[in-house]
């Protein structure tokens, strides 16, 4: 009976795991999809400047980062995936 409860309890940590996993995974492919979601994500209010492979912009906190296209995603300049071999994580 203990053993059963056990195996359900640790199925069930796993689930719940696994849809959580899941749910970040969603949440940062759409945040690194557009440089408007990338933007809403890092918490920016206003765009300072723009272009096709970079953008400016002021935070709630009214600190200034740089926003940078890497392989038609945008990410936080300075924090780009890295790479080897043709393959980034």
């Known amino acids: 009976m203990k053993n059963r409860r056990i195996i359900v309890l640790l199925s069930l940590a796993a689930i719940l795991f696994s849809v959580l996993l899941i749910y970040q995974m969603t949440v940062l492919r759409k945040a690194h999809s557009t440089l408007e979601s990338y933007a ?11 272009n096709e492979n970079y953008a400016i912009c002021k935070t709630d906190s009214d600190q200034v980062i740089k926003i940078v296209k890497f392989r038609n995603k945008w990410y936080l300049d300075g924090d780009l995936p890295k790479c080897l071999l043709n393959f980034c994580f």
């Open 40 to 50: 809403i994500f890092r918490g920016c209010n206003r765009l300072i400047a723009r």
